[in-house]
């Protein structure tokens, strides 16, 4: 009573309902004010968070730039509560309904770097994508060593979240570049996109993909086996006679393969020590053999692939001392490997120059010193290499 007996005081006099107005004013903004901050701060505190997260990974590397952090951990909130939403839902069927088998060689995503397909407006920043009808049948990371080839990039990942999402995938692209001056070194930088990739989410599978390399079949799933698998059957870059899609030897492993966690860790990943063009693939193949495990591939119509033609860079220059190199991988593999990057008293130092979370992939820029790392294994790089 006494509360209402004020409050019409209150309104009787102009002057106090003025001040009383402007107390009331005041203190919602006050409110207001106070959430947003909080929010603010708590945003804020979770960018640290994570970046000091990245920063203590390996004390040898550094960060220079960090882009677009935010958006990506935006993203992850949408994705963490699209995850609790689908706790409620069925998993996703063994084989995707929606495949349509070997695709037109004029499919729009092959030749032309399309904007306006609805799969890419379903991506998420950094390149990811989660089924929203089903849960999926674990999850992909795609790693795609690369320089200088943003246009061959750029049509790969929109062919990618295209297929991608009709294989019904929880996946991720990562786009893994070398800095220059050095030169190209692809089993590198799959050891470090593959490490990444493992801090980055919970994959179940580790696709390492050419840049150049376009799927022709969607039903060529990329998903891991029971041994690691060689996803393409044939290629358009060893086109032989009237063989449209072909292979240059048997024992030929690259392009794109998929290994799980512990297939991939248990063959110590790639070695790190070619630089320039050739030999690192045909090591990994025997890697992974000495490690008692075998290549798999699909079947022939299957894992067909488009190679997009490109001139030679000149930062991937044939290297001379890969015979040299392929001569003592044996020695070499349990000594260097993806542990080079972890514990290992021969520990190779590298730097993150950057990490962006883009529209379709997420990026990731190395800067290696080629000549520490040839000099650190010297005596692992075989005869020719010395001369
Ligand atoms: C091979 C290369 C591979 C390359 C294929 C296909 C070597 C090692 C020689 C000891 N291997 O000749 O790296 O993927 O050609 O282009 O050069």
């Not at 470090?192 to 994959?203: P, S, V």
């Amino acid at each position: 009573m006494q509360f209402v007996s004020c409050f019409k005081t209150l309104c009787s006099n102009k002057g106090l309902s003025t001040a009383f107005l402007i107390l009331i004013c005041t203190s919602v903004f006050l409110i207001v004010m106070v959430s947003w901050l909080s929010a603010k701060i708590g945003h804020i505190i979770h960018i640290d968070r994570n970046l000091s997260r990245l920063m203590n990974y390996n004390d040898s590397m550094s960060i220079s730039l960090v882009h677009s952090y935010k958006d990506g951990l935006d993203d992850l909130v949408a994705e963490r509560k699209k995850d609790s939403n689908r706790l409620s839902l069925n998993p996703c069927p063994e084989t995707p309904p929606g495949l349509v088998g070997k695709l037109a060689t004029n499919a729009p995503n092959i030749t032309s770097s399309v904007t306006n397909d609805d799969s890419l407006k379903r991506v998420m920043y950094g390149g990811r994508y989660s089924p929203e009808d089903c849960i999926p049948r674990g999850s992909t990371a795609v790693i795609i060593p690369y320089r200088d080839r943003e246009d061959h990039l750029n049509i790969l990942t929109r062919h990618l979240h295209n297929i991608l999402q009709r294989q019904q995938l929880n996946y991720q692209i990562f786009a893994i570049e070398m800095a220059l001056p050095t030169q190209f070194n692809r089993g590198l930088l799959a050891n470090i996109g593959f490490l990444f990739a493992k801090e980055t989410g919970d994959f179940s599978c580790f696709v390492i993909h050419d840049v150049d390399a376009i799927m022709m079949n969607d039903k060529n799933l990329y998903r891991c086996g029971s041994q690691p698998r060689h996803l393409v059957t044939g290629s358009t870059k060893f086109r032989t006679g009237n063989n449209e899609y072909g292979l240059p030897y048997d024992s030929y492993m690259s392009g794109v393969i998929a290994l799980t966690d512990s297939q991939y860790t248990k063959a110590n990943g790639f070695s790190n020590v070619y630089f320039g063009w050739g030999g690192e693939d045909d090591d990994f193949n025997i890697r992974v053999q000495r490690a008692n495990m075998k290549f798999e591939r699909p079947e022939k119509e299957i894992g067909i692939y488009i190679a997009i033609p490109h001139e030679t860079d000149s930062t991937n220059q044939k290297n001379p001392a890969r015979f040299g190199i392929l001569d003592v991988s044996a020695a070499r593999q349990w000594i260097e490997g993806v542990n080079s990057f972890i514990n290992n008293p021969l520990k190779i130092k590298y730097k993150r120059y950057a990490i962006e979370y883009r529209q379709y992939y997420t990026w990731l820029l190395i800067g290696v010193n080629e000549a520490a790392i040839t000099k650190q294994y010297e005596n692992f790089l075989g005869e020719p290499f010395a001369v």
